[in-house]
Every structure is written in C-alpha cells, then in structure tokens.
C-alpha cells in the first residue's frame, strides 16, 4: 500500500516570507504523479502544482514550486513571497496506477499567513 | 479507527444506469464532503453536510446527481442515469466541523467507469 505523509499539521508565517510544506511518499510504482491541493474555506480543492514522476525538472507556478526529490519520496511545496490569500489547508496527493488504490492523500497542512 | 470507509471501490456499469456510491464517515465526525477526481479538472467539491443536513450541493454537476445523509454514520452519492462522462474516482471525506483543519481525512474512493 502507498502512503503519504504530510508531517507538519499546521504552519504560521508572516506575510511576505517564504514557507515550505513537506510531504513524503511511498509508493512501489515507478510512474506516478504528484500534485498540491489548496482547500480555502469554500472546501473546493484548488491545483496548485503538478509534477510528473519521470520528470527531473521541478514544477513551478508563479510564487509556487515544489523540491522533487525521487530518490527520497520527498515531494515539498515551497510558497515565496507569501501574501494573506494563501491561507488555507494544503493537501498532497499521490497519483499511480490505474484503480482507486492509486490515488492516497495526506492529512493536510493547515498554513496560516499573518499580517 | 477504521477511517472513511468506501464502497464498492471499483465499480462499471453501463450508460443509463443508476449507481449509488456509499460513504462511512469517521465516528464522530459531524462533516462529510464528496469529491470527484478526474485527470482533467482535479479534485471538485460536489457536496458536503453538517450534522446530516446538506449545506453547500452548488458543486453537483446536474439533476442526474444526489446525495443523502440519513443519519451520521452513512451518506449516498447516487447518479441516474449514469453517463460516460461521469467515469471518475469519487472521494468522501470527514472532518470534526466544516471549518476544522484538522481530522479532516479522505476514503480510499471509487472509481467509477461507465460504458
């Protein structure tokens, strides 16, 4: 059975620093996906960033970007230049195979940005 | 604690016809969320109840869609009639209140395919 594993239940940053959430894996499959979740308090699920297993590079949107590492199922989200808007929960999400064993959640970090 | 529990996990069935997916919230939990995955659009927010009572269904994609909370162990998501388009793994999740960050954990899903 996979896992995900997001170690840090809730984080508190000043506006306008640099926050990074962890989230390990562990999955046998060798093609996975990888993906960031933000819940704001509408509880829809936002996308925040994808990355594709097979793919060295790093994913980055805008003031998001994650730190791949494969090797140690590390797949962290980095957020610059924090602004209040993203404070919410964050869900990492593991993504393999083709049934519904595939797709694991973490528990969620909950981010709060102070002004 | 045995977690969300869904069912069934896999389930085909063809256009036309009604499926019902079942839910088992965590004991305790007062909130149920169902969600839907696709590769396309990520996660979407259908619907989610508090105390049983639906709260926010602005996320049901059409009439062919419904959901019931009859008391606070159990919850349906029934689609009829069933379409192509509605192939999809389906999440239910629990939470202690809508507006809590924590305890908020998913099921394993179903993943629904419909031919």
């Known amino acids: 059975a996979q896992t995900v594993t997001q170690s840090q239940p809730e984080m508190s940053v000043q506006e306008a620093e640099t926050v990074t959430l962890s989230c390990t894996y562990d999955t046998s499959e060798n093609n996975y996906y990888l993906f960031w979740y933000k819940q704001p308090p509408s509880r829809q699920m936002i996308l925040v960033i994808r990355q594709e297993a097979y793919k060295q590079q790093n994913a980055t949107e805008n003031r998001f970007s994650v730190n791949f590492q494969k090797a140690a199922k590390s797949f962290s989200l980095k957020i610059s230049d924090s602004q209040l808007g993203d404070t919410a929960m964050y869900f990492c999400?593991?993504?393999?195979?083709?049934?519904?064993?595939?797709?694991?959640f973490g528990k969620g970090t909950h981010l709060i940005i102070q002004p | 604690d045995a977690g969300v529990i869904q069912s069934p996990r896999h389930e085909v069935t063809e256009m036309g016809q009604e499926v019902t997916l079942r839910c088992k919230p965590i004991?305790?939990?007062?909130?149920l969320f169902w969600y839907r995955q696709t590769m396309m659009r990520g996660l979407e927010l259908l619907i989610y109840f508090n105390n049983n009572v639906p709260i926010d269904d602005s996320g049901m994609p059409e009439d062919r869609f419904s959901a019931k909370m009859p008391n606070a162990s159990f919850s349906t998501l029934k689609i009829q009639p069933s379409e192509p388009r509605d192939s999809a793994v389906y999440f239910c999740?629990?939470?202690?209140?809508?507006?809590?960050?924590?305890?908020?954990?998913f099921g394993s899903g179903t993943r629904l395919t419909v031919v």
């Open positions: 999740a629990s939470s202690l209140s809508p507006d809590s960050y924590y305890g908020y954990t």
């Open positions: 999400e593991l993504l393999s195979g083709g049934g519904a064993d595939g797709l694991t």
């Open positions: 004991s305790g939990h007062n909130s």
